[in-house]
């Protein structure tokens, strides 16, 4: 007999069942993602910049916990609804900084290389908004942002528990 929700959240039951908690399964490797993560805030870059690369990254993963997480974390540090809102389509939304046109720029090239060059016009445009130092930071955010996306992905992290410790501090 077919069910009468065809999708798992109508009824009830979680949509995803999380495979295992990298955490707990390998400290070490956490630990060493923190590591970078703790480097990315040492950078300089502004927190609000890093905020929107970390969720068009996400975005671009299809990383819900990710994506819950740096969604709570902008608002909480004052990012508008409306820029999250238009994100996916920050080519044509007219409320983001040329260095943020850069830097998500910059995000959806590098988090797509696999399948897309970094082109010369992508990185020149990313020059003209961040020296080297700058560009190399930015960079390593966007690393590090793929790396908690994949193994959010892969281990199908729980989500929507998350709670900002930003929010507070408001």
Known sequence: MESLFPYPWQSGEAAVHQRLNYQLAS???FKAMLHTEQQVHRSGLEESL??????????????????D??????????????RLYLLSAWREAPCYSPRERAA????????QIATH???DAVYAEARTQFDEKALVDLTLA????NG?????????????DYVSPHAAKR
């Open 27 to 29: 400290p070490e490797a």
């Open 50 to 67: 890093l905020e929107l690369v970390k969720t068009r990254a996400s975005q671009i993963n299809g990383c819900a916990w990710c994506l």
């Open 69 to 82: 997480m740096h969604t709570k974390d902008a608002r909480a540090r004052g990012e508008t609804e409306q």
């Open 104 to 111: 998500l720029a910059w995000t959806e090239a590098v988090t």
């Open 117 to 119: 060059e970094v082109s």
């Open 142 to 145: 966007i690393i590090a942002i």
């Open 148 to 160: 908690w996306n994949r193994m959010n992905v892969a281990f199908r992290t729980r989500v929507g």
